[in-house]
């Protein structure tokens, strides 16, 4: 087993995709309208979903927003260096909700973004370890 991907509900499919495109740099694998169930699903990630997990963008279509509720957390990205990649994120007109810097009570270097609908993006500077 592996796993395939994480799906979000998103309001606003066009500001996801350039949010996940161009402010973190996935790439869009692949985008399928459902006329008679009234959604578009959108598949991005860092490479072919063969490789690796991705994330489902799902736009319900009507609904512009949606409740996050307390279970979801966020997605983790690792990072080669969470500084830079923050001041690129933002450079591209990025949310940065936390600055990179050691993580509380431990020592890895993250930091938070957030997407145009409000779910947090983690960064986690890779270890040199």
Sequence with gaps: ????????????????LAFYTEQLG???LRKKDYPTGEFTLAFVGFGAESDGAVIELTHNWGVEKYELGTGFGHIALEVPDAYAACA?????????TREAGPMKHGTTVIAFVEDPDGYKIELIQRSSA
Excluded: Q
């Excluded at 087993?1 to 996801?16: N, W």
């Excluded at 994120?89 to 940065?96: E, N």
């Design 1 to 16: 087993m592996r796993i395939l991907h994480t799906m979000i509900r998103v309001g606003d499919l066009d500001a996801s």
């Design 88 to 96: 690129e994120i933002k450079k591209r007109g990025g949310k940065v």
């Design 26 to 28: 996935m790439k869009l």
